[in-house]
């Protein structure tokens, strides 16, 4: 196979003033839609720009690197888009961007209007899929393995398999769905008429839908058209139709809806009356005993939860002091066992790593390892709950660069139950960590130990963990929001842990009960500890990169019974 040539512009100078293309091409689609492939096909004519990702936060942290690589200097966020627009253009004056739905949040304003007078005589094309099943399956796979595209003689990925979640499918399945609306909609309201490209006609008929979508733009009627030979191998096999049997018959085998619950939920938690519940459940195809026993089912677990929170102690004081060096048996006497909150300076004194914990240092330490972080994030409300769908491997060192060096926010994070100290390479860095064996069980470190590691703008949405943690701020700093146990039924605990609150910009109309949550704010500077109780609510913002540990091996018991979820 013959790779098909990728134009791009080399800027050797610093750029100046915008550059202005005569005429734009925005391909606006979301994962798994075939948008790799057609990107490339047009770019390989030198007639339609070269249209990448180029608003993409992680692709915009590569093309910086690679800048300071070739010139020995910082390509700044004002000269980028100056540097994307010259670099994505072809020779004919075509510029060429891919957008994913969720992309458009990376430019800085992302109305029609904006996008008009930033890319001159902007052409849309709408490059959709109609099996939105086999989407959501080659979406989940890819996440799953990490493996975005196949090449001859090119390795993507480990060859391993994993185990099919079809509830991450599913999930993916609704965001691809919601963010097809999403597109629908912006063309709607800006009186906008797309080119519809499906990935099914581009898989049957490449070359003519390349021709199509040049002809379309005025510039594809020269009679000898060169089109590459796609490099791409389709990814789709016996695996993907296995996955798809089970993902058809797992969703056949649905008790109606996972929505129902959650609806169900909702409105137990907001005080609707029962028989109002099984009314309109009733009215939407339940009989009345099954509506009944789902009801049941939901008001049982709120019992139970309930139960549970009330069988920890209340604190004597809604409030978070903050202390100097606390002595071991004052603060399991004043605060574990009364749970309730408090800042520790002092404890972190001795630690090597907040000095050590540089980005060259923690790359020295592992390098291009492979780490788990999540990704995606700001694309899905419900990311936290959703986790298994954001996973994704990355080298550590250009997680290390993308943190310290790359913009604020959300979209790539290094959560606790991403398991980075079960990493060998990892377990060095708990070298320069000082057990605290005042505190802490020194033979339960390695597995009771995790690490937060982002950029600033990173967030965990408001939930409670099921047991006790001491948090230690490394670097960087984070703003804990928090809120006493016994405030649960202000929250709208609906799923597990979490709450969907979001107690930054609450939407009172929405959650009116949040109205009389009480909220304690917290922000955790660098060497201070936080003692977090078990059944406290918390929501955390990074506000600047932040390396954060959390520790739940306590020398006392931090055991509890919760219900399953």
């Not at 992302?110 to 930033?118: E, G, H, I, L, V």
């Not at 107690?503 to 977090?532: M, N």
Request: hydrophobic share 40%; proline share 7%.
């Amino acid at each position: 196979m013959h790779a098909p040539v990728i134009i791009m512009i080399a800027v050797e100078s610093k750029p100046s003033a915008l550059y202005r293309p005569r005429l734009s091409l925005a391909i606006c689609t979301n994962p798994r839609s075939g948008s790799w492939l057609l990107s490339e096909a047009l770019a390989s004519t030198g007639l339609a720009g070269n249209p990448r990702e180029w608003f993409n936060a992680l692709e915009k942290h590569d093309q910086q690197a690679a800048w300071r690589a070739r010139h020995g200097s910082d390509l700044a966020d004002d000269a980028y888009l100056d540097y994307a627009l010259r670099s994505g253009t072809s020779a004919n004056g075509v510029f060429g961007v891919k957008l994913h739905y969720y992309q458009l949040r990376e430019l800085c304003n992302a109305s029609a209007k904006f996008m008009s007078a930033t890319f001159p005589n902007l052409r849309y094309v709408w490059l959709t899929r109609r099996d939105k099943e086999r989407q959501a399956i080659s979406y989940h796979r890819a996440h799953a393995t990490n493996r975005w595209w196949s090449i001859p003689n090119e390795i993507a990925a480990s060859e391993a398999e994993p185990p099919f979640d079809p509830a991450a499918a599913l999930q993916l399945e609704r965001i691809l769905i919601e963010h097809d609306r999403g597109w629908e909609r912006y063309f709607s309201e800006n009186g906008i008429e797309p080119l519809v490209v499906t990935y099914e006609s581009l898989a049957n008929d490449y070359a003519g839908t390349v021709r199509t979508v040049l002809r379309w733009l005025g510039v594809g009627r020269r009679r000898r058209l060169h089109i590459a030979v796609p490099r791409l191998r389709q990814q789709a096999d016996a695996q993907t139709d296995r996955w798809l049997e089970e993902y058809r018959g797992w969703k056949s085998r649905l008790p109606r809806s996972d929505a129902w619950k959650q609806w169900i939920a909702r409105n137990v938690t907001s005080g609707v009356p029962n028989e109002t519940i099984v009314g309109v459940m009733a009215a939407n195809g339940f009989s009345q005993a099954d509506a009944a026993t789902e009801l049941r089912a939901e008001l049982r677990r709120q019992l139970d939860k309930a139960l549970a929170f009330a069988s920890i102690p209340r604190p004597p004081r809604d409030d978070v002091p903050h202390v100097q060096a606390l002595a071991p048996q004052e603060f399991f006497d004043s605060y574990y066992a009364q749970n309730r909150p408090v800042v520790i300076d002092g404890l972190m004194a001795r630690w090597p790593a907040p000095g050590r914990w540089t980005p060259a240092y923690l790359k020295s330490v592992l390098g291009e390892e492979q780490v788990e972080i999540m990704a995606g994030r700001d694309a899905d409300p419900d990311y936290e709950i959703n986790a298994n769908a954001h996973r994704r491997m990355m080298p550590f060192a250009k997680l290390v660069d993308a943190v310290f060096d790359g913009p604020d926010g959300n979209d790539r994070y290094l959560v606790a139950n991403n398991g980075f100290f079960r990493r060998d390479r990892a377990r060095a860095l708990l070298r320069d960590v000082e057990p605290l064996p005042e505190y802490l069980d020194p033979a339960a470190l390695e597995e009771q130990c995790h690490l937060w590691f982002g950029p600033g703008g990173t967030v965990t949405p408001l939930h409670h963990d099921k047991c006790n943690l001491l948090v230690a701020q490394v670097l960087g700093s984070k703003h804990f929001k928090l809120i006493a146990p016994e405030q649960w039924p202000h929250l709208y605990n609906e799923v597990g842990v979490f709450s969907r609150v979001d107690p930054e910009h609450p939407d009172f109309e929405r959650w009116p009960e949040f109205r009389h949550a009480r909220i304690l704010d917290v922000v955790l500077q660098p060497g201070q500890t936080l003692f977090l109780p078990v059944g406290w609510f918390h929501h955390v913002r990074a506000l600047a990169p932040s390396m954060m540990l959390s520790f739940s091996n306590f020398r006392v018991p931090n055991a509890y019974r919760w219900p399953s979820d």
